[in-house]
């Protein structure tokens, strides 16, 4: 359940369908921040209709503000991504909901390139054009990473298994030491997990090691697994 103030920021098209749907699912309320990025020079009646429906929306039932629009020059790429990145910067103090379901395809693009290069955590959302599939991914995600040979075989000796030290040591045949200061790594990375397990009728228990989605795409997308 959202607790803290958040900003949802919508690519906004000719529907208000889908930044409906986003708002109630994510619970937006009075203290939550509603914002639109629109292609500037691209007046549409279809598009004014549906702001001005989401902006009553947002007044009548979320935060009693109204929608925020943000006017972008999609005409120029990296003028876009230097605008939409800044926004994004300005908004750091507050966790940040990005929908691309909607508007066009140049700004959704734009904006992507925005929350790689802005620095900043970011949940992405989006739907399909018929609403049957919903997906969802947070930036640092998309970052890549530099691994040695090491780390890679750590990664790889965890797939779809959970291993405690000691075993993730024999099978890479290294020190437990060694072994562990690489793990350590990849979690800061966000790469592994760590899970304490604990014995029936015993304390403490022992720590085993997992793989995490974002080590999988990152395998699959250097080509390093199939």
């Known amino acids: 359940m959202k607790q803290i103030p958040v900003i949802v920021v919508f690519t906004f098209g000719f529907e208000e369908r889908f930044a409906f749907r986003s708002l109630l699912r994510w619970g937006v309320g009075e203290s939550d921040k509603v914002a639109v990025l629109i292609p500037s020079n691209r007046p549409d009646e279809r598009s004014d209709k549906a702001l001005a429906s989401l902006d009553d929306f947002v007044k009548k039932y979320v935060n009693g503000q109204g929608v925020v629009r943000y006017d972008i020059d999609i005409d120029d790429f990296y003028t876009a ?42 949940k992405v959302e989006m739907e399909t054009e018929d609403g049957k599939t919903f997906t969802e991914f947070e930036t640092p995600d998309l970052l890549p990473v530099r691994l040695d040979e090491l780390d890679i075989e750590i990664l790889k000796t965890l797939s779809n298994v ?19 200061r690489r793990v350590k790594k990849l979690q800061e990375l966000g790469l592994v997990e760590l899970e304490r397990v604990t014995d029936r009728g015993r304390s403490g228990g022992k720590i085993v090691i997992s793989r995490t989605p974002r080590a999988n795409l990152h395998l699959k997308m250097s080509g390093l697994v199939t």
């Open 81 to 122: 991504v230097t605008s939409i990145a800044g926004l994004f910067r300005s908004w750091a103090e507050r966790p940040i909901i990005l929908n691309l379901s909607g508007g066009m395809r140049l700004l959704i693009v734009e904006t992507l390139v925005a929350t790689i290069y802005c620095g900043i955590p970011i």
């Open 162 to 180: 959970k291993l405690t030290l000691k075993f993730l040591a024999e099978a890479l045949q290294v020190a437990k030491p060694t072994a562990w």
